[in-house]
């Protein structure tokens, strides 16, 4: 039940070329840093990577496509990656682009065995081309099917042993979903603590889902656009 590794680089050793990756966090929060660092200083290539966005050209994700090591991305917000757009342009990197809520959606259901589902969002535009239609009640709906991957890059606030884990705030979003959607289940924490330190009550990946576990280091947990208001005079 210990499923502790010593760190990042032992935690993706079995990673081969070509492997299909969800990547939790929602901007820059809630990013499995150390886990990226480490497949890109192991040079894994290939790679399909599923997560809400591309980080941006020198953290997360972009430090990935700055090595090529991303050939698709399914995704859907780009927009902060200049490096992203200009493979993208150049064909130098394949993108699925979903809605944001199908993008949700597709993975939960990947996760709860849900064999696909039907949406309003996207209907009439390309999003939809080549994917089953339905009328229900008067309104048209697009078939989306679930997403799962190979493996998967949790970060959470904190975790014990046995890989039960809490998020904090916005880095909630994505993570714990990925958690269910995966054949492995890597996560990397702030704080790692002894089985039994975790309140039941306040766990949100219980640790069945988790097959490996290590404290991160050196968080950067940058601002993504920093917004001031003027002082009143």
């Keep these: 039940m210990d499923k502790r590794v010593a760190n990042a680089d032992e935690a993706i050793k079995n990673i081969p070329d070509g492997a299909t990756i969800m990547m939790g966090g929602f901007g820059l929060c809630g990013v499995p840093e150390n886990l990226i660092v480490a497949v890109r200083r192991k040079g894994i290539k ?11 050209d020198d953290f997360g994700i972009g430090l990935l496509l700055q090595t090529r090591q991303v050939k698709k991305m399914i995704a859907t917000y780009v927009g902060e990656n200049k490096l992203f757009e200009e493979q993208v342009l150049k064909g130098e990197l394949e993108v699925e682009l979903n809605p944001q809520g199908t993008f949700a959606e597709r993975i939960r259901a990947g996760g709860a065995g849900i064999g ?37 890059f949790i970060k959470a606030w904190k975790g014990d042993w046995w890989g039960n884990l809490i998020y904090r705030k916005t880095a909630r979003n994505f993570n714990p979903m990925m958690a269910t959607a995966a054949d492995y289940v890597i996560a990397e924490v702030e704080e790692l603590v002894e089985v039994g330190q975790l309140d039941p009550d306040y766990i949100h990946t219980p640790g069945i889902y988790v097959d490996a576990v290590f404290q991160g280091v050196n968080y950067e947990k940058r601002i993504e656009r920093r917004t001031v208001c003027k002082r009143a005079s």
């Design 116 to 152: 696909g589902f039907f949406t309003p969002t996207g209907y009439g535009t390309i999003i939809a081309e080549d994917k089953e239609t339905r009328e229900i009640d008067g309104r048209m709906y697009i078939l989306e099917k679930p997403l799962r991957a190979q493996f998967a």
């Design 46 to 56: 290939n790679l399909t990577v599923i997560s809400n966005n591309a980080g941006v």
